[in-house]
């Protein structure tokens, strides 16, 4: 089983940068592609970001392309998202997620809060 902790999350201006990281455990991450994901409040889960296994491929929402970037470090076992011009809207909690085939595992999330 992999055990997943998001961190990095945080209050900041509009216009402003975080750093978020997963941090993984349990199993290596280079066995799954991974992903992350928010949750506004009264809102659904929605997509932000994914990668491969290697991290040669990666895929953004719209809302996030060109702010956003996914990146891993397979040998660390972390996953990050490094986000850029950061908007209100942008304010949810984010959670990291491991995926390969049906199997799927989620962290329990870290807030981020934009201000305007």
């Known amino acids: 089983q992999v055990q997943l902790v998001e961190s990095g999350g945080g209050l900041v201006q509009a216009g402003g940068s975080l750093r978020l990281s997963c941090a993984a455990s349990?199993?290596?991450?280079?066995?799954?592609?991974m992903a992350w994901y928010r949750q506004a409040p009264g809102k659904e889960r929605e997509f932000v970001a994914a990668?491969?296994?290697?991290?040669?491929?990666?895929s953004y929402a719209d809302s996030v392309k060109g702010r956003f970037l996914i990146s891993r470090d397979n040998a660390k076992n972390t996953m990050f998202l490094q986000m850029n011009s950061l908007k209100p809207e942008d304010t949810a909690i984010y959670y990291c997620?491991?995926?390969?085939?049906?199997?799927?595992?989620w962290g329990q999330g870290t807030q981020v809060t934009v201000s305007s």
């Open positions: 997620k491991v995926y390969s085939g049906g199997y799927d595992r």
């Open positions: 349990g199993r290596s991450i280079s066995n799954y592609n």
């Open positions: 990668s491969s296994r290697s991290g040669g491929s990666t």
